[in-house]
Each structure stands twice: as C-alpha cells, then as structure tokens.
C-alpha cells in the first residue's frame, strides 16, 4: 500500500522559510515517473508548484520560480520542497503527488501560514 506523509509546515512570518517533507512508503521514489508538489489555497483548486521528474532537471511553477527548491533523497525515500521567501500568498495545503507506472498517489497535505 502505498503512503505519502507530508510534513514540515507550520506559521512563518512574510519572508521566511519552511521545507515541507513528504515521505514514502510502499513506492520507491528513484523508480517513480515524476513527483510533484501542490498546493491548495482557501477557497481556490489545486495548483501546481513543482516537480521532479526522472532523468529531467526540476520544474517549477512561475510563481516560485528562484524561491522554492524541490529535491529527493533516495536514501530516505523523501521528497522535499524548500521554500525561501515566502509571501502571504503562499498560504496552502501542500501536498505531494507521486507518478509510478501511471498511478498517482496523493498525500493528505500539510498547512502552511504565512502571517506577520
């Protein structure tokens, strides 16, 4: 059975940092097609933030671009998402979602608050 278990969110203040986590069982994330991370504000969709995808170099979405950093940790079978200057409007559930053999799996999210 396949599990994604994000975590590392919390409140920040307006500029701060914050790396989320999202850590995996049941899939090996040196073998997955792609893993991304999104994010779901109040009240809006889910909206893409960035990606991982095997044997490409990262992608992000334009919004984070040259603030977010998305990596993993094969070792630990972790997914990270580092998270630099962050604005009000980073304010979101983040979730994972991992590509394996055409299956998407989805973690249950972690909240983050950006407030002064």
């Known amino acids: 059975q396949v599990q994604l278990v994000e975590s590392g969110g919390g409140l920040v203040h307006p500029g701060g940092s914050l790396t989320l986590s999202c850590a995996a069982s049941?899939?090996?994330?040196?073998?997955?097609?792609?893993m991304d991370w999104y994010r779901r504000a109040p009240g809006r969709d889910v909206t893409f933030v960035a990606r991982?995808?095997?044997?490409?170099?990262?992608y992000y979405a334009n919004s984070v671009k040259g603030r977010f950093t998305v990596t993993a940790d094969n070792a630990k079978n972790t997914l990270y998402l580092q998270m630099n200057g962050l604005l009000p409007e980073a304010k979101a559930l983040y979730l994972c979602?991992?590509?394996?053999?055409?299956?998407?799996?989805w973690g249950k999210g972690t909240q983050v608050t950006v407030s002064s």
């Open positions: 049941g899939v090996i994330l040196s073998s997955a097609s792609q």
């Open positions: 979602k991992v590509d394996q053999g055409g299956t998407d799996y």
């Open positions: 991982l995808a095997r044997n490409l170099g990262p």
